[in-house]
């Protein structure tokens, strides 16, 4: 089992850059693909980006080229950097851990364990 803990969140101005990092307990983070999504309010989850176990990445059209999703094995740590960032960026980033890869890892289902969440929000 593994547990997430979300931080970096914050308030930043349309244009800046932010980081939001993920800390995972438990000896076995390097086992397991990881996740961000979002949500923002009256909205469904979504997803942002992913990192296999290799380091292979795969982001979503809307943040393509803005963020970018890394991992740290020794510090059990997954980040994304946010640069560009838009309005529509504001919302809630949870970040999500899956022992077993099940095609593109896109989707929520696919994903055994969640943290909190940290909220972004971008101001004009």
């Known amino acids: 089992q593994v547990q997430l803990v979300e931080s970096g969140g914050g308030l930043v101005q349309a244009g800046g850059s932010l980081r939001v990092s993920c800390a995972a307990s438990?000896?076995?983070?390097?086992?397991?693909?990881m996740a961000w999504f979002r949500q923002a309010p009256g909205k469904e989850r979504e997803f942002v980006a992913r990192i296999s176990t290799r380091g292979n990445k795969y982001d979503a059209d809307s943040v393509k080229g803005r963020f970018t999703i890394s991992r740290d094995k020794a510090k059990n740590t997954v980040y994304l950097e946010m640069n560009s960032l838009k309005l529509e960026d504001t919302a809630v980033y949870s970040c999500a851990a899956a022992l077993g890869a099940l095609g593109s890892m896109t989707r929520e289902y696919m994903y055994d364990y969640w943290g909190q969440g940290t909220q972004v929000t971008v101001s004009s």
């Open positions: 438990g000896r076995t983070f390097s086992s397991y693909h």
